[in-house]
């Protein structure tokens, strides 16, 4: 047979096609390797792929893929692959001679819908992990199959990859480039090989690149070309898959880990499997880019051939600085194991030893008394701004602390997630940053002896001498027994200590090892010794990492544990947050009232707020999307010093003369509309919405309420009953008569749509039969009660016109009119400084709370002239705190910094970025049914389907808690429980709102299949 395949042309496929297939239609070329395939067409435009081969190529090994794709129809009949289509004579595999010049083989398959993976940007997250799914159930199923040809001498099989690099390699012609091949080999022989006999072995496909793939979404919905079959190590099959995933990613072992995670998930892998798995992805890198280079040697006009190259170069290189111990670590956590399979034996055996360590400070400071600082983010021993960044600063202000409290020793702790490092390197937003602290600090006067605790050897020492680097650092190596070691780690030391040291020292317990350095050469720190204790150096010599990103947190403290199980010191042993947050909860239980409801799953002991920050008991910090109350930011400094100057001053009652309580009227009045110039001050807006109803009430001498359906109003018992969120809910009770429930203005959910041009007035118009009926039965209505946008009713924007002719019907019918602006006002919505004001209309009655003290408990009333006169009818009104000097100081602080600061147009501005980033979220998310609000009072809804409108509630909660484990608080509302609430404090930014979209984006992809 002819082993040339001859280049065929669109027609003469056609032709094949209909002698052989009695198939009628048009042929398009496809892009192939080794095979020529064509894309066919029939009338009714029915697709099928031709694909002819050399006809050298032997009938037994065409056979083992159609043998293959028989075997996966019947043990996964769900995983998509091509089937074969019989020819006119029943055979799957044709041999024609003659048509074009010599002999060849050909077949007609299936042709599979969807996109090429590679055709797919941006790649989401959880496409990753479903191809890491995808094939490992298809290996799975794969596991049992044989064929006699399955055992295939192929350069592709990456079992040979060592041979058909070697082939390759003359090929190179750059330098570096091929060093950089020679080099992973030479590791590959010494480090991998030797366990490749200990490998499963099993038939895989073997090529799971991009062009091979077919997506559906996030979904691996089938895979073709199964032309490099063959019978390999079946672990070569995820090495390669995760190869061509990596490609191009600015963390491409990330990437690679959400493969092996979906993988692992449908065909656990073993412990070798995944020790070795790195340097065989490595390993296919460098298969593809030898082979890439002698097959462009031989056919240079065929670019497929290269298509991947150029970025297999750039990961390659990148990847080559990972040390395999940590990819492994990475993977491992990433199928839900110890990251450190060495971690439990290390910590088993240390703890063995407790109380027998020498001390680390030979001098005796160890048992001298000590102080534990908190340097966990904003922690109580900073000191100012300017004293952290400032290390001479720094370093006074926290040995002046140890000389006050007479400590000649301070503790820094271990797995402190810390804000004090300032190189950039450490100033990534939020998981990506280094900041989680790997081992313990000893602040000591420079110069003090350090010893070691245990025997060892030296295994590596070396000087990291930028700025904010280790400085002088030794690594030694201590042999635990039974095969396992362990190592310590002391950085910041004098210079000094590293002269005449050499690797492979011997080091005695006890005996002195360096000294403590001091700024000037210790990498610009406070003088201290940070001691650590590493599982495995890796490859590093003295600058293994001391400090962890937080979204590998529980890697690295896998492979570092804690410091504490040598150092044996009581303060250290005592400071997990988690048992003082287990004791807060149960006392509060037992303790609080039992429907005092908690956030999330686990619960978050929540220590301290900065901004739009909240930080926990472990120092870990959250993006808070959900407290409006807090409304210019947490503990904004402008606000706390008000708070401070005026109750160090006095606080009293009203009833004297104060000049806080006039200025602060006068003030938020001046935002409001005409007539609305009368303030009565409460503490809260429950307080406030309920002398509103007094008000409207005494006003009109109308007991009859209109409310809108799912409405919150507060907690009195009047306004449980006029809060259908509350009285309809768990716990309830049937609406009183006097309370009249109007439908919820919602154009998305609701029977009148946003696209009626009528949806307000039309919403509005219900109204008009329950005034008829008060006025039939000769009832007077004291009037409506309407939050400007809906909180508890899902984050619902009123449809223009609804506040218009609503006002209009219930004035009409001698009721008064109240907006309830406890959640949206004071610039939230950014377009206005209240929201009644988006529906262009004056209420009679104003109440205003939360957003008002900035977390401080104050709210108020305002409401006209006439109102305000109708209610002095000889009943005192009289509030022991509301409108006392410390709140109306902070409520004009609170004004200063909207107004100072620019946030109601911050709000409008981040608010819109916000709202379009979601947008474009709902385009590729199925989950999301829309997107609603203004400003920073936003919502989305989630549904199961889009025409019907099934809430989806269960993943609603699904999301905030997998948010809250990003770092990030979200809440759900709406009558439904399915919509996320958005209302953040107005110092929320732009950097702020990619980080929470590009977490949602992650978690709502996570979420599919």
């Not at 496929?13 to 095979?35: C, I, K, N, P």
């Not at 807006?685 to 409310?707: P, Y």
Request: charged share 20%; with cysteine; proline share 6%.
């Amino acid at each position: 047979m002819n082993a040339t395949l001859p280049s065929f042309s669109p027609s003469q496929a056609e032709a094949l096609a209909a002698r052989h297939y009695r198939l009628e239609g048009t042929a398009t070329r496809l892009v192939s390797y080794a095979d020529q395939n064509f894309l066919m067409r029939d009338a009714q435009d029915a697709k099928t792929v031709l694909k002819v081969s050399a006809g050298d190529q032997e009938r037994r090994e065409l056979d083992f893929q159609h043998r293959m794709l028989d075997h996966l129809a019947r043990e996964a009949p769900d995983l998509q692959v091509p089937r074969l289509v019989p020819s006119q004579e029943g055979e799957d595999l044709v041999l024609v001679q003659g048509d074009v010049g010599g002999a060849y083989w050909m077949r007609l398959v299936t042709f599979l819908p969807g996109r090429l993976m590679a055709d797919v940007e941006p790649k989401n997250p959880a496409l990753f992990t479903n191809l890491g799914r995808f094939f490992g159930r298809m290996d799975k199923a794969l596991e049992p199959f044989r064929h006699e040809a399955m055992h295939r001498e192929l350069a592709w099989d990456l079992a040979r990859g060592e041979t058909t690099c070697s082939a390759g390699l003359d090929y190179l012609t750059d330098p570096e480039r091929r060093a950089l091949i020679e080099n992973h080999l030479a590791r590959y022989r010494s480090q991998t090989a030797p366990f490749l006999p200990h490998l499963r072995r099993s038939v895989i496909h073997n090529d799971g690149n991009d062009h091979n793939l077919l997506v559906d979404g996030d979904l691996i919905i089938g895979v073709i070309d199964f032309g490099d079959a063959v019978f390999s190590h079946t672990v070569n099959e995820l090495a390669i898959v995760c190869a061509y995933a990596m490609l191009g990613h600015e963390d491409p072992l990330k990437t690679a880990a959400l493969v092996v995670g979906g993988y692992h998930q449908a065909h656990p892998l073993t412990d070798l499997e995944l020790r070795v798995l790195f340097d065989l992805i490595l390993l296919r890198f460098c298969t593809s880019l030898c082979q890439s280079a002698r097959s462009l040697a031989a056919n240079p006009e065929n670019t497929y051939l290269g298509v991947h190259a150029e970025p297999m170069w750039q990961s390659l290189a990148e990847l080559a600085t990972i040390p395999p111990g940590l990819a492994e670590a990475r993977f491992r956590h990433a199928c839900g194991l110890e990251p450190c399979p060495l971690n439990h034996r290390i910590v088993a055996r240390l703890a063995q030893r407790a109380g027998s360590f020498a001390p680390v400070l030979g001098d005796g400071l160890d048992a001298a008394p000590r102080t534990v600082f908190d340097l966990r983010h904003r922690g109580t021993d900073y000191g100012s701004a300017e004293d952290r960044v400032d290390t001479e600063r720094f370093s006074r202000f926290l040995f002046d602390l140890m000389a006050m409290r007479g400590t000649p020793v301070g503790l820094g702790r271990y797995n402190e997630d810390r804000d004090l490092y300032c190189d950039p390197d450490y100033d990534v937003r939020n998981s990506a940053r280094r900041t989680v602290h790997l081992g313990v600090d000893l602040y000591v006067a420079p110069g003090r002896t350090v010893t070691a605790p245990l025997a060892g050897t030296v295994h590596s020492l070396r000087d990291n001498a930028a700025p904010g680097d280790y400085g002088p650092t030794l690594i030694l190596a201590h042999d635990l027994g039974e095969g396992l070691t362990c190592y310590t780690l002391y950085g910041h030391l004098q210079r000094e200590s590293l002269n005449g040291v050499t690797p492979g020292d011997a080091v005695a317990q006890g005996d002195p090892i360096a000294k403590v350095g001091d700024q000037d050469e210790n990498g610009s720190w406070p003088p201290h010794l940070h001691f650590q204790v590493l599982c495995d150096p890796f490859d590093y010599e003295g600058d293994y990492p001391g400090i962890a990103r937080v979204d590998q947190r529980d890697i690295w403290l896998s492979l570092c544990p804690d410091p504490n199980l040598i150092l044996g010191l009581p303060e250290l042993s005592t400071r997990d947050a988690r048992p003082v947050s287990e004791a807060i909860l149960a006392k509060r239980r037992a303790q609080v009232g039992y429907n005092l409801s908690i956030s999330y799953r686990k619960p978050l002991h929540i220590v301290k707020g900065e901004g739009t920050w909240l930080f926990d008991a472990d120092g870990r910090r959250y993006l808070d999307m959900v407290n409006n109350v807090c409304h210019v930011g947490h503990c904004h400094p402008h606000v706390v010093a008000a708070a401070q100057r005026q109750i160090a001053t006095l606080n009293t009652n009203t009833r004297y003369l104060h000049q806080n309580l006039v200025a602060y009227a006068e003030r938020l009045t001046a935002t409001l509309p005409d007539p609305l110039s009368v303030c009565f001050f409460t503490c809260t807006g429950s307080e406030a919405n309920d002398l509103a109803l007094r008000l409207a009430r005494t006003h009109t001498g109308g007991r009859e309420v209109l409310i809108v359906d799912a409405a919150y109003h507060g907690h009195t018992n009047a306004l449980i009953e006029m809060s259908p969120y509350k009285y309809e809910g768990p716990g309830g009770f049937d609406k009183v008569g006097h309370i009249h429930k109007l439908p919820m203005p919602d154009g998305y959910r609701g029977p009148i749509k946003h696209d009626d041009p009528n949806c307000g007035p039309r919403y509005a118009a219900f109204a008009e039969a329950m005034l008829h009926d008060m006025r039939e039965r000769g009832v007077q209505p004291a009037g409506v009660f309407t939050e400007s946008l809906l909180g508890c009713g899902g984050q619902i924007v009123l449809p223009p016109g609804y506040l218009t002719e609503l006002y209009r019907l219930v004035r009409a019918a001698g009721g008064v009119c109240v907006a309830d602006e406890v959640q949206v006002g004071f610039g939230r919505v950014g377009e206005r400084f209240w929201g009644f004001e988006t529906q262009d209309v004056v209420p009679d009655i104003v109440t205003l709370g939360k957003p008002i003290g900035n977390g401080h408990p104050m709210a108020a009333v305002v409401t006209t002239p006439e109102i305000a006169a109708s209610f002095n009818n000889g009943m005192e009104y009289f509030n022991t705190f509301g409108g006392n000097p410390v709140s109306c100081a902070i409520g004009m602080a609170v004004l200063d910094v909207i107004e100072n600061e620019g946030l109601q147009r911050y709000a409008a501005e981040v608010g819109g970025y916000l709202k379009a980033g979601l947008e474009s979220l709902k385009t590729r998310h199925g989950l999301i049914g829309e997107v609603r609000g203004k400003g920073l009072f936003l919502g989305v809804e989630l549904v199961r389907d889009h025409e019907t409108l099934e809430p989806a509630d269960t993943e609603a909660s699904q999301i905030i808690e997998a948010m809250k484990d990003r770092g990030v608080l979200l809440s759900t509302d709406g009558p439904l429980h399915n919509v996320l609430k958005i209302k953040p404090p107005l110092a929320f930014g732009y950097a702020e709102a990619d980080l929470a979209l590009t977490h949602l984006d992650e978690v709502l992809s996570s979420m599919i299949g």
